[in-house]
């Protein structure tokens, strides 16, 4: 997991280096906040890109340790934000944790909200860090169903859900396809992409693997890969009873 912690420590160099230039307000800056090359860099690898602000930097420990203490991803997005959006993603029966990063480069909310429709407030989450350009927020024993990530602003906005699970995905690119593996459904799976902003797709030029199913519950489950890729393969199986997938 090498490529989280060279991700995170390049974004703080960044904000460091914006302050000492003072550039006031980073990164709701006027222009490009980010250089692309790391975007691509932690999209590329399925690290994750979080903006903090210098004396943040306390709080780097908890995006550092995400892939060890939430190591598998329920759902993920990156993009360009002008406004407010809404993300809907389903939390099963399997979830004994999950743990929402998001980071939007000129932030005006972040909200997350539950099964039942309130938003949840910060003192009801096992953990909950409010940043300039970020909310961080981890719920223990999360309700299960249909959960939804707000959040509004503008510029470049990228997030991850991450949980503690027994239902798994593996993913191995290998030279003339892919394989994915997956553990803990019930019955059958069915695989699909993801565009880079979350939205089901069908031949995108970069895209990430996502499987659906259900669990023991009959709950519906989601599991993706952190992964975006790049469009050398494509999808050609999409179902399997066996809960192993070939491209």
Known sequence: MRWIAAGLLVLSLQAQDGQRQERPGWPCVAGRAVDPTYLDLSESTGGQLFLFQKGEMEHSSVVMMAPYSHPVTLFRAVGQLSGEKTFEFPVDSSVESMLILASVQC??????????????????????????????????????????????????????????????????????????????????????????????????????????????????????????????????????NRAIVAW
């Open 107 to 240: 932030r005006k909310a972040v909200a997350v909200f539950d099964p039942a429709g309130p938003e949840v407030p910060g003192a009801k989450a096992s953990r909950h860090v409010d940043l300039q350009a970020g909310r961080i927020v981890q719920i223990d024993k999360p309700s299960f169903g249909p959960w939804r990530l707000r959040i509004s602003g503008n510029g470049l906005f990228v997030f991850s859900v991450l949980v503690k699970s027994k239902i798994t995905l593996q993913v191995s690119d290998e030279e003339d396809q892919f394989r994915v593996r997956t553990s803990g459904f019930k019955g059958s799976v069915t695989a699909y992409e993801f565009d880079p902003a979350g939205e089901r797709t069908d031949g995108a030029t970069r895209y990430r693997i996502a499987v659906e199913g259900v669990d023991e519950l009959g709950m519906k489950v989601l599991r993706t890969n952190p992964v975006l890729f790049k469009a050398k393969k494509r999808l050609q199986l999409q179902a399997t």
